[in-house]
């Protein structure tokens, strides 16, 4: 069975980079078809897609135009596990931070599998 | 970038009651619309995907309908555990995947 865990950080001053990183068990995050993306929401809101990638066929990462200038998803196959890093965060950046599988071509064809999802809090 | 609005923003209900959840698009985005039940500390849950098809273990009380801009989610009878925020998500126009405001289902 799929399962995604979230891990990282818990707290980042305002300014730094936040890193998180989703750890994949029960299945290979490359080679699968599937979209693995990175979804966040700031306390007492709604949910906001961050970034996603595909690491089989044709290959690509897509980011939110709103964050793109200061994100960036990664992918280590070897343990089979994908991060996210965020730059220069600020409060608006605080949020539980969850990590997902999606497809667009393959089984279901939305986010299907989720991790329990991390809070970060920025700190000034 | 495609905004979906959902509304109502809150819906009060009694268990066993019908409940009408609405998702609207700014543009057409086909059936490419999924549904999703969020409990609060939890992570979502998908119900559906491509407007009507139910995900693995959902009840059939759940169903969604729609297509073009206007999708609609409708759980049939409500059930205790069915009190929560739901969220619509489109798959048509990105980057960006983007989410509704979501509706939340309060006990009357």
């Known amino acids: 069975q799929l399962q995604l865990q979230e891990s990282g950080p818990g707290l980042v001053k305002a300014s730094e980079t936040l890193s998180l990183t989703c750890s994949v068990s029960?299945?290979?995050?490359?080679?699968?078809?599937?979209?693995w993306g990175w979804i966040r929401q700031p306390p007492g809101r709604g949910l906001e897609w961050i970034g996603s990638?595909?690491?089989?066929?044709?290959?690509?990462?897509n980011y939110s135009p709103s964050l793109r200038s200061r994100v960036t998803i990664s992918i280590d196959s070897s343990k089979n596990q994908f991060s996210l890093s965020l730059t220069s965060v600020t409060a608006a950046d605080t949020a539980v931070y969850y990590c997902?599988?999606?497809?667009?071509?393959?089984?279901?064809?939305?986010?299907?599998?989720w991790g329990q999802g991390t809070m970060v809090t920025v700190s000034s | 970038e495609t905004v979906l609005t959902q509304s109502p923003a809150t819906l009060s209900l009694s268990p066993g009651e019908r409940a009408t959840l609405s998702c609207r698009a700014s543009?057409?985005?086909?059936?490419?619309v999924a549904w999703y039940q969020q409990k609060p500390g939890q992570a979502p849950r998908l119900l559906i995907y491509?407007?009507?098809n139910r995900a693995t273990g959902i009840p059939d009380r759940f169903s969604g309908s729609g297509s073009g801009a206007d999708f609609t989610l409708t759980i049939s009878s409500l059930e205790p555990e069915d009190f929560a925020v739901y969220y619509c998500q489109q798959r048509k126009y990105w980057p960006p995947l983007t989410f509704g405001g979501g509706t939340k289902v309060e006990m009357k």
């Open positions: 029960g299945g290979a995050i490359s080679g699968s078809g599937h979209l």
């Open positions: 543009q057409s985005v086909d059936r490419f």
């Open positions: 997902a599988r999606h497809s667009d071509t393959v089984g279901i064809t939305a986010f299907d599998i």
């Open positions: 990638f595909r690491d089989s066929g044709r290959k690509s990462t």
């Open positions: 491509d407007a009507t």
